[in-house]
C-alpha cells in the first residue's frame, strides 16, 4: 500500500501548503509587516488593502507565469533556430513549411475540421435538446448522449476503430456492406471523405456538450414569447426558427466558439486513428509529427495554430470586457 | 416546448417519435455497445466468426481478470488517478484564492491580469509543448507523475480561476462587506465566509477537471514515457500493442479505462453539467 500511503502524504502536504502560505501570508501582512499598533496604523491598514489581492494572486500567478507566459516566448525564440537549436535561421523554419505540401494540407483538412465539426456538434446538439425538452425520459437520453463527452479523445478512437475497421468482421460499416453484398472498404483509406470519418467522432463527443448548455439555454427562455406566437398563428418551424433560436442566439456562439477552439487544439483522434497518413494530418498532428525530430519546425507550427487562434481569443475578451461594462 | 407538447398529438406520431429516439439512441451508443459485447466475449467467438451475435459464453471475469492481472493495466490505472487527484486538488485551491483575490478586491491591474487569466485559457497548448518538456527536463522531472501533476495544475489554473472569479462576483457582495464592518480578518471572510458559499462551483470544477486531467493524452506523451509514471490514457496504446489482434482483451481494456470519467460523470451528473454551464455561458 505504500503508493498509496505516498500519493496520501502528498495530497496532505499539498492541501497543508496551501493553507499554509493562506494563512501565514496574511498573518504575516497583518502582524508583522503592516501592524496597525503603530503610530501610523490607519496608513498601514490601507497598506495592507493594497498588497493582500496579491497574496492571494500570487501562487496562481507564478504557476501562470511559469508554464504559459514563459514557454509562448520561448517558443517562438525556438522556432527562429534550426533542428538542433543552434544556429539561427530567423523566419527559415516557417518558409520551408509553407512550401510543402504535407502542410498545406494540414491547413486546408484543419479549415474543413474547423468549420464542420462545429457546426455539426451545435446543430445536433440544438436538435437533440429540442427533441428531449419537455420529454418524460428525455433526462435520460440527454445522459446517454451526453456520455461520450467523459471519454476520452483516445479512448472513443479506439472505440471508433472497431466501426471503421476493414474487416467486415469486426468493422460496423462493413458488417452493413456484407450485409448488403458489397465488398469491404477502408473508410480511412477514401481520400478527402477519410477526414469526415475522423470529424464525425469529434462531433459524436461534443455534440453532448453543444447539448447541455443549448438544453438549459431553451429551459431560460421566456414562455410568454412563446405563447404569443401560438397564438399568432406560427408554425412549429417559425417557432423555432423565429422565436426560439434568435432568443439563445447568444449562447449558440459561445458554444460554435469553444467547440472551435477545441477543435484546433485536438491532435488525439488522427493521431491514434491514422497517424496523420492518407491525407488526413491536421495542424496539430502535423506538428506531432516533427515533435521529437526537429523542435523548430515543431514550434513553428505551435506558433501558426497560436495565430489562426489568437483572432477568436481577441474576440473573446472584447466580449468579456463588454459584459463589465 | 415545440408547437405542441408530444403528448397532445395524435397517436401515431407519438409512437413514431417514441420508437424514433430509442432508435437514434441505441445507434448514437452503438460503438460502446459493439466494444461492451466484444469485451464479455470468450476467444472462440471470434475464431468461429461469432462476432455480432450473443456472446457464446459470458467470459467477463476471465476477460477483464486478464486484464488486470495480466497487464500493466493496474500501474496505469494508479498512476492516472495519482496524477489528477492531486491536480485537482491543487488546481481548485489555487484558483479558489485567485478567484477570490480578483472577484472581491478592487485594485490597479485586476482587470488586466483577469484578462490574462481568459487568454491563458484560450492558448493552445501545441506552443507549450517544446519549452515545457526542456523545462520538465531541467527540473528533473522528465517522466515523473510530480512533472506531469505541476504542470496540469499550472495549465488548468487559468481557466479554473476564470470559474472562480465569475462565481464569486455572482454572490452577494455585502455578505462580505458585512463582515468587514464587524472587523473579521479577510482570511477569515475567504474561510468562513466566501468558501462555504462556493461549495456548487468546488464541486463542478472538481468533476470537471478531474475528468479533464483524466482524459488527458498529449501532456502524458510529451512528458512521460514508461508504465512507471504514464497514465491509462497513453498506457492504453501500449495495452493493445500487447494484445494485438485479440478483440476481446482489447475492448475490456478500452472499457476499463473510459470506465472511471464516465462513472464520475454518472455519479456527479448534477455536478459536471453545472460546471459545464457556468464555464460556457459566463
New interface residues.
Partial sequence: MS?ILQ?LI??II??GG?VGY??AS??VL?KVIFPPRTDDHGRNINRAT?V??????F???F??G???V???V??FW?SLFNRSGEEFIGLGNYTTMFAEEGFRTAVFNNILWAIFVPAAATFLGLLVA??????KWGNI?K?????????????AS???K??YANDP??G?IN?VRDVLGADPIDPLQIPFWNNFFLMVILV?IQTG?AM??LS??LRGIP?ET?EAA?IDGA??FQ??FKIKVPQIMG?IV??WT?IT?LV??V??IVY?MTGGNFDTEIL?SY?MDY?FRD?GR??A???V??II?LP??VW??RQ??KE?N | MFPTPIEKRPRSAQLSYQAFLPLALILWLLPLIAVANFSIKPEADFVNGNYWGMPSSFEMFSNYGRVFFESNMPRYLLNSLFITVPTVIGAVALSAMAGFALGVYRFKGNLFIFFMFIAGNFVPFQILMVPVRDLTIDLNLYDTKTGLILFHIAFQTGFCTLFMRNFIRALPFPLIEAARVEGVAEWRIFWYVVLPLMKPALAALAVLIFTFIWNDYFWAVVLTQGPGAQPVTAGITEFNSQFRAAYHLMSAGSIVAALPPVAMFFLMQKHFIAGLTLGAVK
Avoid: H
Avoid at chain 1, 493582500?52 to 494572486?57: A, G, I, N, S, T
Fill in positions: 503508493p500519493g502528498t495530497i499539498g492541501v496551501c493562506f494563512f496574511n498573518w497583518d493594497m493582500r489581492p496579491w497574496l492571494f494572486l501562487p496562481a500567478m504557476a501562470l511559469l508554464y504559459l514563459y514557454p509562448v520561448g517558443s525556438r429540442q427533441l428531449t425538452d419537455k420529454l437520453a445522459s446517454l448522449i451526453f456520455m461520450p463527452m467523459a471519454i476520452s479523445f483516445v479512448g479506439l472505440i471508433w472497431f466501426v468482421d469486426i460496423i458488417a459524436w456538450f447541455v448548455i438549459a439555454a414562455e412563446i401560438i408554425n412549429p417557432i423555432f449562447t459561445v458554444v469553444t477552439i484546433l487544439k491532435f488525439d491514434a496539430p506538428m515533435m523542435d515543431a514550434t507550427v505551435a506558433f495554430i497560436m487562434v477568436v481569443m473573446n475578451i468579456a470586457r463589465m
